[in-house]
């Protein structure tokens, strides 16, 4: 009977460390982060802006009659 549970408590351990030595998958990959629309876009937007400030600095800087 001694033996009986000597084997069966080796037995246990042995199967519980078996099973704690298998690899764990690995977390899921975060999402992407969203897209933004600035693409071509934001060159238009930039040679406006350029535009309107020569615009500005040569109204401003017109001599008045």
């Known amino acids: 009977m001694q033996k009986?549970?000597?084997l069966?408590?080796?037995l246990v351990?042995?199967?519980?460390f078996a099973s704690m030595a298998?690899?764990?998958p690995p977390p899921?990959?975060?999402?992407?982060?969203p897209g933004l629309?600035?693409?071509g876009g934001i060159v238009v937007l930039f040679?406006?802006?350029l535009g309107y400030g020569?615009?500005?600095s040569f109204k401003l800087n017109k001599p008045s009659n």
């Open 28 to 33: 899921p990959a975060p999402p992407p982060p």
């Open 54 to 56: 020569v615009y500005k």
């Open 47 to 49: 040679i406006v802006a």
């Open 22 to 24: 298998q690899d764990m």
């Open 8 to 10: 069966a408590s080796i």
């Open 13 to 16: 351990f042995f199967v519980g």
């Open 37 to 39: 629309p600035i693409d």
């Open 4 to 6: 009986k549970n000597l």
